[in-house]
């Protein structure tokens, strides 16, 4: 998170890249760790190998770190020592964990945790609810 004079912007650096990687150190897909990513996100992972990074996958990375923030736990089940594809398969399986965060939060969480990106909040939605003090 940004917090200048002009506002505050949510960013996100799972993507970022500085310099040339080595061949050996490379990989197609420089995602977030897994459970930060949504359905779409790991689907589109298990099946191509690659993914697009959304607004909406976005939201549902902020659900899920509230989530965990919150509750302390990952909002998918799966054991510590699952391989990335299990863990992957899992999120694209649903369900995620039960959200028994109390109040606006709570509500906030489940909608962003929704397995349709086309129902979630937009991340202007999030930021107005986030600020609004309830």
């Not at 990513?37 to 298990?46: F, Q, Y």
């Not at 992957?88 to 939060?105: A, C, E, S």
Request: with cysteine; glycine share 10%.
């Amino acid at each position: 998170m940004i917090i200048s004079p002009e506002g505050t912007a949510l960013i996100d650096l799972a993507l970022a890249r500085g310099g040339d990687i080595p061949a050996a150190y490379d990989f197609g897909y420089r995602g977030c760790l897994v459970h930060y990513e949504g359905p779409e996100i790991s689907r589109s992972v298990l099946e191509t190998g690659t993914a697009t990074p959304t607004m909406a996958a976005d939201v549902y990375a902020l659900g899920a770190s509230l989530f965990i923030s919150a509750t302390g736990l990952r909002h998918v089940a799966y054991p510590d020592d699952a391989s990335r594809k299990a863990q992957r398969q899992t999120i694209v399986d649903g369900p995620h964990r039960p959200v028994n965060v109390p109040g606006v939060l709570g509500k906030l969480i489940e909608a962003m945790l929704s397995p349709e990106p086309a129902d979630r909040p937009t991340s202007a939605e999030v930021c107005k609810e986030l600020s609004s003090g309830h």
